[in-house]
T-cell receptor, first 113, second 115 residues
């Protein structure tokens, strides 16, 4: 039972354009969402998060949008840079529940020069 | 300061053997987590420690898996009678305290291969 899904295994974007990574979830109890970025042979690193009381959170080139009715969130990166090439994981948790993060399968983003 | 460290970085073992994987969290972090990442998948939760005690071990797949954190700092994940299906990258993470808004900082992982 995959509660967090990233349906695009890979995405290729030209440098300078916008990258949009998508994530869907099924558990309506999730109320906090995070994006992690992972380079090969390294652990995931935190990128940005959003609480379910918001529909948008922005940090520099990174913006996360949350659509609770659709149980969908997206990460926008603009402008995309070569260093953004990595695997991106969406994760979710229940604030008043267990501390564990539930991750999606990941999307490999490649930024082409 | 130093991040989360994990040793060994790679471990190759034979089916049926016992292995121990070590995690050194960020100094001062009271919460520690173990996840397992199989090929092509996202990390999957195994167990969470708050201090010395396992607050949530619901992700451990069976009784061959066990983890300890005797002094509330370093943690060891122990796998008995390893099986080929245990092959994965085992990730450790820590966070400052159990507050739900604290991000989890991940180590580089231990790649376990069971032949």
């Amino acid at each position: 039972d995959q509660q967090v899904k990233q349906n695009s295994p890979s995405l290729s974007v030209q440098e300078g354009r916008i990258s949009i990574l998508n994530c869907d979830y099924t558990n309506s109890m999730f109320d906090y969402f995070l994006w992690y970025k992972k380079y090969p042979a390294e652990g995931p690193t935190f990128l940005i998060s959003i609480s379910s009381i918001k529909d948008k959170n922005e940090d520099g080139r990174f913006t996360v949008f949350l659509n609770k009715s659709a149980k969908h969130l997206s990460l926008h990166i603009v402008p995309s840079q070569p260093g953004d090439s990595a695997v991106y994981f969406c994760a979710a948790k229940i604030i008043q529940g267990a501390q564990k993060l539930v991750f999606g399968q990941g999307t490999r983003l490649t930024i082409n020069p | 300061g130093a991040g989360v460290s994990q040793t060994p970085s790679n471990k190759v073992t034979e089916k049926g053997k016992y292995v121990e994987l070590r995690c050194d969290p960020i100094s001062g972090h009271t919460a520690l987590y173990w996840y397992r990442q199989s090929l092509g998948q996202g990390p999957e939760f195994l167990i969470y420690f708050q201090g010395t005690g396992a607050a949530d071990d619901s992700g451990l797949p069976n009784d061959r898996f066990f983890a300890v954190r005797p002094e509330g700092s370093v943690s060891t994940l122990k796998i008995q009678r390893t099986e080929r299906g245990d092959s994965a990258v085992y990730l450790c993470a820590s966070s400052r305290d159990p507050s739900s808004y604290n991000e989890q900082f991940f180590g580089p992982g231990t790649r376990l291969t069971v032949l």
